[in-house]
């Protein structure tokens, strides 16, 4: 099964800029895989952010956005704010129905 | 708004069947896909499966032997089935909503999560 990777943990200041990567272990991740990220906060569900590479789940800020770079996809936080302090979860579909998780990003705002 | 709730034991015996009910409100069972994802403690998501509203299903292949999502459309529920547990099979179990269409295919709407620890 692929492994999909994201960065275990980054930090980011109150008002700064991250970005937040999800690689494929054996090969290039593109729009084809439908990337989608999902935002999890200490015992609450996982809320649907972005899907479809970059296109913001209903109700979600717009300083939250989704690209392509490079080989991976990213999620990137622009004027980060506390309450944007969770895990983040990235998802790739591998056809068929069949989707697989990342590890997930603990993201610290300090 | 869709709404999910599963309900079902949150303490299984190992090497028996864990099974989840997820009722869906305020929307149709048809027409969708439905999915199980887990959350073992202190760690990250894993999906485990999904079934539409028509019967096919697809499963992770990590999970396969063990696992068995069905619809059942006229109560507006889905199930999940997973035989043989242990120990490592203790998570927060989430059921979700497939969005699927012509380019796109994610998880939107999601329930809050039950806890099933397997124990003797």
């Known amino acids: 099964q692929p492994v999909v990777t994201q960065e275990p943990s980054l930090s980011v200041s109150p008002g700064g800029t991250v970005t937040l990567t999800c690689g494929l272990s054996s090969d290039s991740v593109s729009t084809n895989y439908y990337p989608s990220w999902y935002q999890q906060t200490p015992g609450q569900a996982p809320r649907t952010l972005m899907y479809s590479t970059k296109i913001r789940s209903s109700g979600v800020p717009d300083r939250f956005s989704g690209s392509i770079l490079g080989n991976k996809a990213a999620l990137t936080i622009t004027g980060a704010q506390a309450d944007d302090e969770s895990d983040y979860y990235c998802v790739l579909y591998m056809g068929s129905g069949i989707k697989v998780f990342g590890g997930g990003t603990k993201l610290t705002v300090l | 708004q869709v709404q999910l709730q599963e309900s079902g034991p949150g303490l299984v015996k190992p090497s028996e069947t864990l099974s989840l009910t997820c009722t869906v409100s305020g929307g149709s069972i048809s027409n969708f896909f439905w999915s199980w994802v887990r959350q073992p403690p202190g760690k990250g998501l894993e999906w485990i499966g999904y079934?539409?509203?028509?019967?096919?299903?697809n499963y992770n292949p990590s999970l396969d032997s063990r696992v068995t999502i069905s619809v059942d459309t006229p109560r507006n529920q889905f199930s999940l089935k997973l035989s043989s547990v242990t120990a490592a099979d203790t998570a927060v179990y989430y059921c979700?909503?497939?969005?699927?269409?012509?380019?796109?295919?994610?998880?939107?709407?999601w329930g809050r999560g039950t806890l099933v620890t397997v124990s003797s």
């Open positions: 079934s539409h509203y028509s019967g096919s299903t």
């Open positions: 979700v909503r497939d969005h699927k269409e012509v380019g796109d295919w994610h998880l939107d709407f």
